[in-house]
């Protein structure tokens, strides 16, 4: 049996700017997915789940017609069938899937799914970093049906331990960006999922377009300026350009944020934080009043830099800027006010950087 471990990830700062060939700037995290894979006879995957009970068994030959079932085994199958596409063959095998990340959190459990599972199904064939990355996003795209950006899969793929990184999505490379010492990155758990998730981030993905046609000569929001999108302010309707605002304003943050950490500067990095949740609360509404409440309360208590919701927003997670050594007092306080005021325990994660995905273990069989 061979096992690989594929991490999520936290986003610091940079939210929905990574489809309009923006800058994000996020960390892979401890918790992931680890997938156990062992050769099988007959020529099909059998795919099973720690967290869940069901399985499913798919005959290789039946992979390229096949038709996505909205189930975990989704993410698995659409990795499968681009490795296919990609002209490699697959073996019979079992997947053992045992995920720590949890779903639905913003914290990417389906890239850690992805990206463990493409491991697996390489069984130690080569394939670059980039095009692991490209070929998760596309089983996510092509089968799944989310049309997300390159985020998620490179940071499962590239993450680091120790540093966060600066991606640039459009040339999809990335830079080392070690954060300040003394400060603790601290993700608060809403615990909510609101079913608006995924046709909302469709909506918003077309939204972007529109505002994008808007300015013609321009590949993507990413090349608007600020003074551009000033100009051409009143012919573009009133939520197409307050998405766009968004973008062009969120890809500044992220270079200022990254500025902000290389001086140590936490103060300024808090605020970038606060400016952002704002902004997606406001100009990009994919918040919600849980993650509101959650940012709100942060800031009122000792030791926080800053607060936002992280990932693709209507649930999931916060993540907060927090002084080290403050960050337990700051967990008993969160978990109290959320609770009194939504009954839900929200669970509170302290983090660092963790390394990208890896081959974890090689044991006969
Ligand atoms: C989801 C998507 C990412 C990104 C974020 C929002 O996590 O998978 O590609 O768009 O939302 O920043």
């Known amino acids: 049996m061979k096992a690989y471990h594929a991490p999520g990830r936290v986003n610091l700062i940079g939210e929905h700017t990574d489809y309009n060939d923006g800058f994000v700037l996020p960390i892979a995290i401890e918790l992931g997915c680890t997938v156990r894979a062992s050769a099988v006879k007959a020529p099909e995957l059998r795919l099973s789940s720690r967290q869940y009970s069901d399985t499913r068994t798919v005959r290789l030959d039946e992979l390229a017609a096949l038709k ?92 680091e331990a120790g540093a966060a990184m600066l991606l640039d999505c459009r040339a999809q490379t ?53 003074g551009e999108l000033e100009r051409a302010a009143s012919s573009i309707p009133e939520i197409p350009l307050a998405r766009a605002r968004h973008n062009v304003l969120e890809n500044w943050r992220v270079r200022q944020f990254h500025a902000a950490a290389a001086a140590g500067d936490l103060a ?20 919600c009043e849980e993650l509101d409440f959650l940012v709100a309360t942060a800031l009122t208590l000792p030791g926080v830099h800053g607060a936002r919701m992280t990932g693709g927003g209507f649930g999931g997670c916060t993540v907060n800027l927090v002084d080290r050594g403050s960050e337990e007092a700051f967990a008993k306080e969160m978990r109290a006010r959320y609770q009194a005021r939504y009954q839900l325990d929200p669970a509170v994660i302290v983090t660092t950087p963790a390394a990208g995905a890896h081959a974890i273990r090689k044991a006969a069989g």
């Open 68 to 159: 996505p079932a909205r189930h975990w085994s989704d993410y698995p199958l659409g990795v499968a069938r681009e490795l296919l596409a990609l002209g490699l063959k697959l073996k019979g095998m079992a997947l053992e899937i045992d995920a720590t990340v949890p779903t639905g959190s913003g914290l990417s459990s389906s890239a850690a799914l992805e990206v463990a599972s493409a491991l697996a199904l390489l069984d130690g064939r080569p394939l670059d970093k980039i095009e692991l990355a490209r070929l998760c996003q596309r089983a996510e795209r092509n089968f799944v049906g989310m049309p997300c950006g390159i985020m998620d899969q490179y940071a499962s793929v590239f993450g």
């Open 174 to 226: 990335h830079e080392r960006v070690p954060l300040p010492e003394g400060v603790s990155i601290v993700v608060v758990n809403s615990m909510v999922k609101h079913e608006l998730g995924s046709s909302a981030y469709r909506e918003r993905v077309a939204q972007c377009q529109e505002a994008l046609s808007h300015f013609p000569g321009k590949q993507a929001l990413r090349d608007v300026t600020l």
């Open 268 to 287: 300024r990095m808090g605020q970038l934080f606060v400016e952002s949740h704002r902004s997606l609360r406001d100009d990009y509404e994919v918040s």
